[in-house]
């Protein structure tokens, strides 16, 4: 392989410094034609099958495409049928329109006119190759050549739809497409679209969709842009066409291509869900779409249901979504590193907090929520999760708001059973850690009876504790008194000898709503110099504290059990 690249010729750009295209700015979706149903399923091991077919286009009308391509009818008998079915079970919507490709051949034309009988809105898509390469290798011709091609496939084209019009209110536009365009010379791009647009009577009221296709990418998607532009502003009838693009991806540059494209002046961009193809695959529209959508560009269609729409795509293509896909992939929205954890984190609390009107989380470009996806997958947990991670999942998966002093502490636990196990470990198995260690804690100190009340002793109100504790396999009366309940119980405590815990913090929210809510307070004591987290809960916040309280001692004393 070290000397094979020398066979291969590099891509000659075009010379075009008139180009304008760098200082545009996407603002509004392009008119958008699926191809799922023909380039995509012509690309499947195994092709789909009329009901599959059927049921994908079902969900193509549901995401809102209003043109989709559903094959090619003079191909096979296959491609024919769907066409007829949908045509015959009256399944398409009035608001879509249906395409159908054929090569510009007399006989392919024919049979297609045949298949599309009986519809209500149709785009008769025809092409021709033309690129240098193809010219030279397959069809031995010159550029003439390849023009009357064109040309006499747009005169039967137009006058079969004269025909059918004469005893049908079938509604037919026309697409053509210089197939390899991008192989194609600029300059022979241009003369063609000219000869058929001509040759189709296109004005600016009838205007004729002009699709310039990345067949086979070849160039850097900055050249396309410049090829695309060119043709747009050279052609002598540029207000009589709809310009449209068909991306591939040999390159891996087909979503970057496609948005250079359209910010070159295309308005039409064709192409697949999840990219499905040949070769290397189409372009992505729904990547494409959701790519305006998180930068406030209404993309017109819906990705709101994306599990569902993955899961027909996988059932009906037997292809796989990569758990990488942009957008759509298990793992695009989750986030494993201790710092990204930590970061969504914050963005998360951020928002709440601030209440803005912005998405603004750090790492997630664009809300899970709004497509369907749950929340629980962004963060999940293993050895290289940090404090972040574990108090996120706590809070979004089981509503503890776990105070931010007490996250490098709870982290150090989950890390040291990810380390442990050697794997990551569920959102459930973090909540046993925490119910493990903070919520049943087995130390040698026993709340077994609590009461606590207020009175009124004339220089203002005091609370008092009473109650018993186990310790030291003895059972003792506690009492205390002070200015509130937390100061009586730390007073109660120390009448039986228990000292030496300085108070230094709590926080207390609501865990579940309703008459069912309950309360859990954290609180944080300093022991011998050292910081310790105990959490209580209980339908009384009071009580809540006083629990917590007896957690973090027990957690203190070093003596109680880690089952975990």
Not at 187 to 194: Q, R
Not at 339 to 363: C, L, T
Not at 506 to 513: K, L, M, P
Request: aromatic letters at 10%; glycine letters at 8%; hydrophobic letters at 35%.
């Amino acid at each position: 392989m070290r000397e094979g690249y020398k066979k291969y010729k590099p891509f000659e750009p075009i010379h075009y410094r008139e180009r304008t295209w760098p200082d545009q700015v996407i603002t509004q979706a392009p008119v958008w034609c699926s191809v799922d149903l023909r380039d995509g399923n012509q690309a499947l091991v195994n092709p789909m099958n009329l009901e599959q077919k059927l049921e994908f286009f079902h969900m193509l009308c549901e995401i809102g495409f209003k043109e989709i391509e559903v094959g090619f009818p003079s191909a096979s008998e296959i491609e024919y049928e769907i066409l007829r079915a949908l045509i015959e079970r009256d399944l398409i919507p009035d608001d879509v329109t249906v395409q159908v490709l054929v090569q510009a051949r007399e006989h392919l034309i024919r049979r297609t006119f045949e298949a599309i009988e009986g519809a209500k809105n149709v785009i008769v898509h025809f092409y021709n190759s033309t690129s240098t390469l193809q010219r030279k290798v397959v069809f031995n011709t010159d550029m003439q050549g390849v023009i009357d091609i064109a040309v006499e496939g747009a005169r039967l084209i137009r006058r079969l739809t004269e025909e059918m019009q004469r005893t049908s209110d079938i509604h037919i536009r026309y697409e053509y497409s210089p197939e390899s365009f991008s192989g194609t010379e600029v300059e022979n791009s241009v003369w063609i679209c000219d000869r058929v647009l001509e040759e189709l009577g296109a004005s600016p009221d009838n205007k004729v969709i002009i699709n310039l296709p990345n067949t086979v990418e070849m160039s850097t998607p900055n050249t396309y842009a410049d090829q695309v532009e060119y043709c747009i502003r050279h052609m002598k009838h540029r207000d009589s066409a709809v310009i449209s693009v068909h991306p591939h991806n040999d390159r891996g540059c087909g979503i970057a291509a496609t948005e250079l494209a359209v910010m070159a002046g295309a308005e039409r961009v064709e192409g697949t869900l999840f990219g499905n193809g040949e070769r290397t695959g189409n372009v992505d529209i729904m990547n494409l779409a959701l790519n305006l959508y998180s930068q406030g560009v209404d993309p017109q269609l819906d990705f709101s249901h994306m599990n569902h729409i993955k899961e027909v795509y996988e059932e009906c293509t037997q292809m796989k979504v990569h758990p990488r896909h942009p957008y759509a992939g298990e793992l695009v929205f989750t986030a494993f590193s201790g710092s990204h954890q930590d970061a969504i984190n914050k963005g998360v609390n951020f928002m709440a907090r601030e209440h803005s009107p912005y998405w603004e989380v750090p790492y997630l470009p664009i809300d899970p929520s709004d497509l369907g996806r749950q929340y629980e997958p962004i963060i999940r947990i293993n050895s290289q999760s940090g404090k972040g991670g574990a108090a996120f999942v706590m809070q979004q998966s089981f509503g503890y708001q776990l105070p931010k002093a007490m996250h490098p502490e709870f982290g150090r636990i989950v890390k040291q059973a990810c380390d442990r196990l050697g794997r990551e470990i569920t959102p459930a198995e973090v909540f046993d850690l925490f119910r493990q260690e903070y919520l049943e804690v087995a130390g040698p100190y026993h709340l077994l009876t609590y009461r606590i009340f207020t009175e009124d002793e004339g220089e203002g109100v005091v609370a008092h504790f009473e109650g018993t504790l186990r310790f030291d396999h003895e059972t003792r009366q506690l009492s205390g008194r002070g200015n509130g309940p937390i100061d009586a119980f730390y007073n109660a405590l120390g009448a039986v000898g228990i000292t030496g815990y300085d108070f230094v913090s709590y926080n207390e929210h609501a865990v579940s709503g309703g008459s069912d809510s309950r309360a859990v307070s954290y609180i944080q004591l300093r022991h011998n110099g050292e910081i310790v987290f105990g959490v209580g809960m209980d339908s009384n916040i009071s009580i809540a504290t006083v629990k917590g309280i007896i957690c973090a001692i027990n957690r203190a004393s070093g003596q109680h059990a880690r089952t975990h």
